[in-house]
């Protein structure tokens, strides 16, 4: 009786392991994720503008369709990541996401306090370079350290109405997203 | 060599059992762990922060959801009303109550898979800046097949659906935890 009892113990010492092994090894197993659905739709260091969701259809990314979407994929062995330009007074936020979709940077318009984007991504290799003073930057930048070369930003764009989206669609379009040389 | 014993067949058998079954549980179904549960609704507290939880890693990993960062805003999830019954598409519900301060947010419902559930022509959201208010300012949104006046978030066809209650601009929310003790109560009103 002990004995089986100290099997049963052991099988749950080892599910407990197995579970955590799992939960740890997760972020680097998982093959379809947001990072993946990205790298199939777009190319580093360019703009694209989801498509809006549309009604009984799928919506993979799972968007909110009172938003407009644009999304900026960076290799930052490519050069440091540059997103920038100007968004309307509507509510606007930018989200850096690493690969396995954990948030490295956000803001929104509100913090900012303009209608002015003006973003530089650093791998911590480009960081340590832009303390050293070898690369020079304009002023006004915002620096977000990033933690490893592959990085996405996502811009959301509020409309004011659905009418709208086409229109906003066209101002996020205007964008500036790209590897800086 | 050792011959496989019943017991020790028993104890991989428990192992695998607890290892899987935790870890389903743990993201999908129970989410205990680095989940903040208010009423019916449920988030990843630490989802959106560059420092997240074990748990909440694993949890992001496994979506393909555009996630949004803290200061963007916080997402808020149910499967269930009120009474912690599933949300069914072919039952009428009624949702009011406070949402917490936001520049604004979005009421939408989706299939378990993603896919969406408002017919062609009706609205797929339900936005904080375009809906009615009574005088004292509350507002009530009815979710159904059902027609109805007011703020109606109209759905269709049949089976279980979610509700995803996405509130924009976090910086009113940086007390998280203390500042958000209300959310939405989802009422069933009858069932086609």
Redesign the interface.
Known sequence: MI??AI??I???L??????LV???S??NL?S???W??LSKISTPGKLIILKR??????????????LV?A?CRFDLLQGPGSLSGKLPSD?W?????DK?????????N??GGDQNLDLGIFSPAQTRLLAEHQLTLKTGVIIVKAPSNEVYA?I?L?T???AMWQRYKETLKQLKCAHIK | MQRITP??L??????????????YY?LADGKFIGTYHLGSWTTWAK????N?D??T??F??????????????IQFTTQRDGNGDLLQKNCNYSISGDVPTA??W?L?A?AP?????????????I?S??ISRSNNGKATIKVGALLTDGNWLEI?GEGYFEL?L?L??A?VLSGFGGTIDKLPIITNEGCT
Request: glycine fraction near 10%; hydrophobic fraction near 40%; aromatic fraction near 8%.
């Open positions: 004995k089986t099997w049963i052991a099988g749950i080892l599910g407990l392991i197995i579970h799992i939960i740890l997760l972020p998982v379809n994720n947001a993946n659905i969701p549309k009604p009984m259809e799928a919506n993979v990314l799972r968007l909110d369709p009172e979407y999304v509510f936020s930018v989200g850096i996401f396995s979709g954990v948030a490295i940077y956000s803001t929104t509100r913090s996502v959301r509020a004011p109405h659905p | 017991n020790m028993a104890m991989v058998f428990i192992a695998l059992f607890t290892g899987l079954g935790l870890t743990s989802a959106g922060t560059p997240p074990p748990y890693k694993a992001i990993s496994l979506g393909n959801t555009l996630r949004l960062g803290r200061s963007e805003g520049t604004f979005t939408r989706l898979d993603g896919h969406s559930i408002t017919p062609v022509g009706a609205n797929q959201a936005q800046k375009r269709t995803i996405t924009y601009d910086s």
